[in-house]
Every structure is written in structure tokens, then in C-alpha cells.
């Protein structure tokens, strides 16, 4: 049975589309290693990871022409840096819980704070909720599928689902995270793709026009003819205002403007271990043509600033405290100010962020602005927010608003 899925509000989780679907049936000859291989074995005293599911014979053991591990063979192979900016498929058991969590701002995706999956190779493996951080792979903004995920769930005892994930690790939003956890969000596992979950294939639909971006011009089929080249295989598409780069890979901020789609693509044969690399593609929906192009694995020079934005104290009748940010005459960034915004990733240079108050356009209310100049090095770690109170004016004060 296939379903399709679609756009699903600010947290739109797209579905991917694919020359090859997930089957059941042993892997397709030509690809390799086979269901039933091992992959070269790392320098580790722990077991040799596992390909092809060995709990439950009908799980898929091909997606995307890749052979399918086990989630103790993915999780050895991400412990081993295996999959830094490079794609593996797993299969295995997943529950989703809604959890009860206290109250942290500014949490990066990648910190899996209060996420609430488990993920494993049997059906009691992923029972019980087992705190705040099960250590599953990560469901973000851009995964495709990734809302069938949220089907399998149940205050404090999901029901377990056999699903197969495309996923990677190393992602560029790791820096998003403080220094001292850093290393723990490059070593999560991102969802790239849910492929198939509960016996469904999940396939892609063109976005649904009530939740996706405003005034999209291309259709996927055409976003999919700029983004894949000959030899390529889609991963993921995902259009977003290019002002929210940040939210799926900020590397290519300030290289948009207006609508983009943000495009995954594998981009070159399996290694004997079924991985194989990929590309980060970024298209403008204006004409179609690609802005910029960057490997998945991301570049050992990449230090960005770490920035925290936040807001105190506005009381008015209506309206959100918002923000830009402008590189000269370009805006890089821009959103909603408050302890939701994850924390902003800038390369190295000077910058003004604006604060303003964003009211309805039915309801326009001229509220206080104040503008920060910023300059951040390569590495910094720094907080500033926009303070409305008192007075109703607006000045940016350096430092955090929690402790």
C-alpha cells in the first residue's frame, strides 16, 4: 500500500520521492553488499555491525539501493564516524511517547530534548519510555515522513512500528548547540527520510498549498529536474523562506533570497559498507535555478558563531517581537523573537539585527524598534536580547535572559 504525505504546518515533515522503493524482497542484484553481507569490520572491540534485519524477515532490506542495517549495526557504524555527512538505511522498531518535560529554552533540534522516540530491534526494546532522551534518531523540520513517526504514539507507551530511515550524522546544525554538547548533537543520527513504516511505503506529494510556503512558483517535478543530476538519486525536498536557512542547514544562509527549496540528493556509488556520500542542493523557486551546492559532510573549517536572540517585556495589545538579521543591504535571518527561537548560526563578520514588533496586517500597530550592531568570530558563543519593558521602548542588552 502507498501513502502520500504532505506539508504539515510550520514543522512540515516532506515526503520523498524515489526511483527505487523499499521493498521486502532480498536486495536487487547490483547492489551491494547483500542482505545478508557484513561490512568491513572497524578497529573496535565491540560486535561487527549487522546488515539486513535479523528479528523480523519482513522488514525491507533494500532502500534507495542501499542494504539495511540493524539499529545496533547503525548505531556502531555512527559511534564510529562511518556516517558524518554520509547516508546509511536502518530498519528496526519504533514507539513515539509524549513525554512531560520541564521548561528549557532556546533548545537546538539537534539536542533531542523531550523528543520522546525510541527506536530498536525488537518490539520490547522500545517499550517504556526511559526518560526525557531516548537517544533515537531525530526527526527535524526538513525529514521527509517524519510525521508518520508521531502515528505511533501514546502518553508514556507508544505502540512499536516496524519502520526504515535514510539517516546521517555530523549535520551542520550540531554548532547550534552550546560547546559543551556540541560533540553529543554531531554524534545524533538525523532522519533524513522515513521510506516505509508499519508495511506503508510513505511517498512523496506535490506540497499542500494550505501549509506549505505562500506563492510557490515550482512544482517538485520541476525542483527536482534542477536539483538531481544524472546519476543522483532524491532524498529529501523541502521549500522554506530563506530567511529560516537556519533551520535546516545554515551554511547556505544569506545565499537566497525570497522562497527556496532545500534539496538532498545521494551523490555517488555505496562503499563496501552500503554508504554512500551526498549533496546539500539550494534551488530558487523564483526560476528554478541552483543558488549553491555543498557536500552533506561538512567542511572541518566550518566555525560559526553560536548566537542567542531573545526578547523581554512587551506588553502591547497586539503584535510578536520579531527580528532580522542584515549582512550590509542583505537580510540573513529573520523570525519570531522569544525563548522558541533555537539558537542562530553566523559565519565570522559584521551584522544588524533589528527588533520590531509584528502585528496582523488587519490590525497594524506601530510598535518601538532598536537595532543591534553585532560583529561575531569564528567560534563565538554570545546572547543579546531586544527589552521592551518599561517604558515601551527598545534597547538590546547583551547576555541571556535565563541562567
Given at each position: 500500500?502507498?501513502?502520500?504525505?504532505?506539508?504539515?504546518?510550520?514543522?512540515?515533515?516532506?515526503?520523498?520521492?524515489?526511483?527505487q522503493?523499499?521493498?521486502p524482497?532480498?536486495?536487487?542484484?547490483?547492489?551491494t553488499?547483500?542482505p545478508?553481507?557484513?561490512?568491513?569490520?572497524?578497529?573496535?572491540?565491540?560486535?561487527?555491525?549487522?546488515?539486513?534485519?535479523?528479528?523480523?524477515?519482513?522488514?525491507?532490506?533494500?532502500?534507495?539501493?542501499?542494504?539495511?542495517?540493524?539499529?545496533?549495526g547503525?548505531?556502531?557504524?555512527?559511534?564510529?564516524g562511518?556516517?558524518?555527512?554520509?547516508?546509511?538505511?536502518?530498519?528496526?522498531?519504533?514507539?513515539?511517547?509524549?513525554?512531560p518535560?520541564?521548561?528549557?529554552?532556546?533548545?537546538?533540534?539537534l539536542?533531542?530534548?523531550?523528543?520522546?522516540?525510541?527506536?530498536?530491534?525488537?518490539?520490547?526494546s522500545?517499550?517504556?519510555?526511559?526518560?526525557?532522551?531516548?537517544?533515537?534518531?531525530?526527526?527535524?523540520?526538513e525529514?521527509?515522513?517524519?510525521?508518520?513517526?508521531?502515528?505511533?504514539?501514546?502518553?508514556?507507551?507508544?505502540?512499536?512500528a516496524r519502520?526504515?530511515l535514510?539517516?546521517?550524522?555530523?549535520?551542520?546544525?550540531?554548532?547550534?548547540?552550546?560547546?559543551?554538547?556540541?560533540?553529543?548533537?554531531?554524534?545524533?543520527?538525523?532522519?533524513?527520510?522515513?521510506?516505509?513504516?508499519?508495511?506503508?511505503?510513505?511517498?512523496?506529494?506535490?506540497?499542500?498549498?494550505?501549509?506549505?510556503p505562500?506563492?510557490?512558483?515550482?512544482?517538485?517535478?520541476?525542483v527536482?529536474?534542477?536539483?538531481?543530476?544524472?546519476?543522483?538519486?532524491?532524498?529529501?525536498?523541502?521549500?522554506?523562506?530563506?530567511?529560516?536557512?537556519?533551520?535546516?542547514d545554515?551554511?547556505f544562509?544569506?545565499?537566497?533570497q525570497?522562497?527556496?527549496w532545500?534539496?538532498?540528493?545521494i551523490?555517488?556509488?555505496?562503499?563496501?559498507?552500503?554508504?554512500?556520500?551526498?549533496?546539500?542542493v539550494?534551488?530558487?523557486?523564483?526560476?528554478?535555478?541552483?543558488?549553491?551546492?555543498?557536500?552533506?559532510?561538512?567542511?572541518?573549517?566550518?566555525?560559526?558563531?553560536?548566537?542567542?536572540?531573545?526578547?523581554?517585556?512587551?506588553?502591547g495589545?497586539?503584535?510578536?517581537?520579531a527580528?532580522?538579521?542584515?549582512?550590509?543591504?542583505?537580510?540573513?535571518?529573520?523570525?519570531?523573537?522569544?525563548?522558541?527561537?533555537?539558537?542562530?548560526?553566523?559565519?565570522?563578520?559584521?551584522?544588524?539585527?533589528?527588533?520590531?514588533?509584528?502585528?496582523?496586517q488587519?490590525?497594524?500597530?506601530?510598535?518601538?524598534?532598536?537595532?543591534?550592531?553585532?560583529?561575531?568570530?569564528?567560534?563565538?558563543?554570545?546572547?543579546?536580547?531586544?527589552?521592551?519593558?518599561?517604558?515601551?521602548?527598545?534597547?538590546?542588552?547583551a547576555?541571556?535572559?535565563?541562567?
Amino acid at each position: 500500500m502507498r501513502v502520500a504525505a504532505g506539508f504539515v504546518g510550520s514543522c512540515l515533515l516532506l515526503l520523498a520521492c524515489t526511483t527505487q522503493a523499499p521493498t521486502p524482497s532480498p536486495t536487487s542484484p547490483g547492489t551491494t553488499p547483500s542482505p545478508s553481507a557484513t561490512p568491513t569490520e572497524q578497529p573496535t572491540a565491540q560486535p561487527t555491525p549487522t546488515v539486513g534485519p535479523t528479528t523480523d524477515t519482513g522488514l525491507p532490506t533494500s532502500i534507495l539501493g542501499l542494504p539495511v542495517y540493524t539499529v545496533a549495526g547503525i548505531n556502531q557504524l555512527a559511534a564510529s564516524g562511518a556516517l558524518d555527512g554520509r547516508y546509511a538505511a536502518v530498519a528496526g522498531y519504533w514507539a513515539q511517547y509524549a513525554l512531560p518535560c520541564p521548561y528549557m529554552p532556546h533548545q537546538p533540534p539537534l539536542s533531542g530534548f523531550c523528543y520522546g522516540g525510541k527506536f530498536g530491534d525488537t518490539p520490547e526494546s522500545v517499550q517504556g519510555a526511559g526518560g526525557i532522551d531516548g537517544g533515537a534518531p531525530l526527526a527535524v523540520m526538513e525529514t521527509v515522513g517524519g510525521n508518520r513517526l508521531w502515528q505511533f504514539s501514546a502518553p508514556m507507551g507508544g505502540t512499536a512500528a516496524r519502520v526504515a530511515l535514510i539517516v546521517h550524522s555530523a549535520d551542520a546544525r550540531s554548532w547550534q548547540c552550546e560547546p559543551a554538547r556540541r560533540a553529543d548533537c554531531a554524534s545524533r543520527l538525523v532522519i533524513d527520510r522515513v521510506a516505509w513504516a508499519d508495511d506503508e511505503e510513505v511517498v512523496m506529494d506535490q506540497p499542500d498549498p494550505n501549509t506549505a510556503p505562500a506563492d510557490l512558483h515550482l512544482t517538485l517535478d520541476q525542483v527536482i529536474a534542477a536539483a538531481v543530476q544524472p546519476g543522483q538519486t532524491l532524498v529529501l525536498a523541502y521549500p522554506l523562506k530563506a530567511t529560516r536557512m537556519n533551520d535546516v542547514d545554515p551554511r547556505f544562509a544569506a545565499l537566497a533570497q525570497g522562497l527556496a527549496w532545500y534539496v538532498r540528493v545521494i551523490s555517488g556509488p555505496a562503499d563496501p559498507d552500503g554508504i554512500v556520500p551526498g549533496v546539500d542542493v539550494l534551488v530558487d523557486d523564483s526560476n528554478g535555478t541552483v543558488i549553491s551546492t555543498l557536500p552533506l559532510e561538512v567542511d572541518a573549517a566550518y566555525h560559526p558563531a553560536r548566537v542567542v536572540l531573545d526578547s523581554n517585556g512587551w506588553e502591547g495589545p497586539v503584535g510578536t517581537a520579531a527580528f532580522t538579521i542584515s549582512k550590509g543591504t542583505t537580510v540573513v535571518m529573520a523570525g519570531d523573537l522569544g525563548a522558541q527561537l533555537a539558537p542562530l548560526n553566523l559565519e565570522a563578520g559584521d551584522y544588524t539585527v533589528h527588533a520590531f514588533i509584528d502585528t496582523p496586517q488587519a490590525n497594524p500597530v506601530a510598535g518601538p524598534t532598536c537595532d543591534l550592531e553585532m560583529s561575531v568570530a569564528a567560534g563565538d558563543d554570545v546572547a543579546f536580547y531586544a527589552d521592551f519593558a518599561g517604558s515601551g521602548d527598545c534597547s538590546w542588552k547583551a547576555g541571556s535572559l535565563f541562567p
